[in-house]
């Protein structure tokens, strides 16, 4: 979608200042969130890419005034108060003011960590063959979804060439819509700077981005 979190390529924001030997957490409380956000999720409500698109829909204006980890739990809030683990009410009161809603059993820290550890795959089986192919020009369109999408904006209708074929994975515009897996193929598509950014763009500059197929067409021979 078209918000306040798609910051690639936009002006006026100032630099990107890395902070030196940066901790994992600053504060103890984004532990805990990031330890909430991952029990929630294993509670089987809801996907990641539910989860992202829940970061999403957060006002431009509460997005961009919040940290990295209050996005997280401001995102989780509506996660849990959408699919009725919790009421605004309760969260205002920060505790439950009603019975809980049965779900899968809560993980243990020692089965969250093994979880962690092993990762979750996303590669299916394609359901058709792959339209593109190294070295092939492609366009990514020009879209302005309401839902979820994993195209940034400012590759949106510009021209690049696929750098490599990832194979298939599910797709997130419609796991987050709650649509199932409907994997497609996956493909490193290679942009110049100057079709990016026209003659502003560093002619020493390539820029590759993940795209899925259906973000694509092609062009005749």
Known sequence: ?????????????????????????????????LALRNAAGALGEWNIDMARHANETLHPVDYLSSSYYETWLKGLEKLVVAHGLATPEEIAAGRALHPAKPTRPPPTAAAMAEALARGTPYDRPPLSPA???VADEV???????????????????????????????????????????????????????????????????????????????????
């Open 131 to 133: 339209l593109f192919a």
């Open 139 to 221: 366009r990514a369109l020009n879209i302005n979804p309401q839902g979820h999408t994993r195209l940034p904006r400012y590759a949106r209708g510009r021209r690049g060439h696929v750098e490599k074929v990832h194979g298939a994975f599910v797709f997130p515009d419609a796991n987050a819509r709650g649509l199932g897996p409907s994997p497609q193929w996956l493909y490193c598509i290679r942009f110049s700077a100057a079709e990016l950014w026209g003659r502003d763009g560093d002619p020493g500059l390539d820029l590759s981005i993940d795209a899925w197929e259906s973000y694509l067409e092609g062009f005749p021979a």
């Open 1 to 33: 979608m078209n918000g306040g979190h798609d910051l690639g390529s936009m002006m006026g924001f100032g630099p990107v200042v890395a902070e030196a030997d940066e901790p994992v957490f600053h504060a103890a409380w984004e532990k805990r969130v």
